[in-house]
């Protein structure tokens, strides 16, 4: 069985379900760039007054984006995204964790997050052309999670949109730069 229908099959049995659409008014292919060079998502990922700093970017299936944010007050949240799969320009599947300054996974901090924010989220992008623009539609799902962390996540699905939209107005201003 191949990692994506062993994927597929974890998603199913969760029912706390994030999911973004956005119209991006840039073609499909500068949107899917945005996502796949190192150079563009450092300018865009992250919310406002966070500076994204990135320690290795292999945007490949099985490679990983390893990152962190500098926090206003200097402190760094490590973060990392494992890849799935890639069908360029349309889709990119990945799995999202905190991680330390090595790439091990770690929990998130719980002062931040709670103790039950789950350990992995599997994300799923799906670009499709509209116009001259670009429909971006994001499923976010817990990955292996116990049932408290399931119910935290869907607790905290109305701030992932709210910070998903800053992160998303950031990506086109970013755009417009281009």
């Known amino acids: 069985m191949t990692?994506?229908?062993?994927l597929q099959k974890k998603q199913e049995q969760v029912?706390?379900?994030?999911?973004?659409?956005?119209?991006?008014?840039?073609p499909i292919e500068t949107v899917f760039q945005?996502?796949?060079?190192?150079?563009?998502i450092q300018q865009w990922w992250g919310q406002?007054?966070?500076d994204t700093i990135i320690k290795s970017f292999v945007f490949n299936p099985g490679g990983i984006f390893h990152y962190a944010f500098v926090l206003p007050?200097?402190?760094k949240m490590w973060g990392k995204y494992?890849?799935?799969?890639?069908?360029?320009p349309d889709q990119i599947i990945f799995i999202n964790s905190f991680s330390d300054e090595k790439g091990s996974t770690v929990k998130a901090d719980e002062n931040i997050f709670g103790k039950d924010w789950p350990l992995t989220i599997l994300n799923t992008i799906t670009l499709t052309p509209s116009g001259n623009g670009t429909i971006l539609d994001l499923e976010a799902v817990p990955f292996d999670v116990s049932q408290e962390e399931e119910a935290h996540f869907?607790?905290?699905?109305?701030?992932?949109?709210?910070a998903f939209g800053t992160t998303f107005d950031r990506m086109e201003n970013f755009l417009a730069t281009q």
């Not at 990692?3 to 062993?6: K, P």
């Not at 869907?154 to 709210?162: C, F």
Request: proline fraction near 0%.
């Open 3 to 6: 990692l994506i229908i062993i």
């Open 15 to 26: 029912m706390s379900v994030l999911k973004i659409s956005r119209k991006i008014n840039y």
């Open 34 to 40: 945005a996502w796949s060079k190192a150079g563009h």
């Open 48 to 50: 406002d007054g966070v």
């Open 73 to 75: 007050d200097g402190n």
């Open 82 to 88: 494992e890849y799935v799969k890639i069908n360029e």
């Open 154 to 162: 869907e607790n905290h699905i109305k701030n992932l949109e709210e």
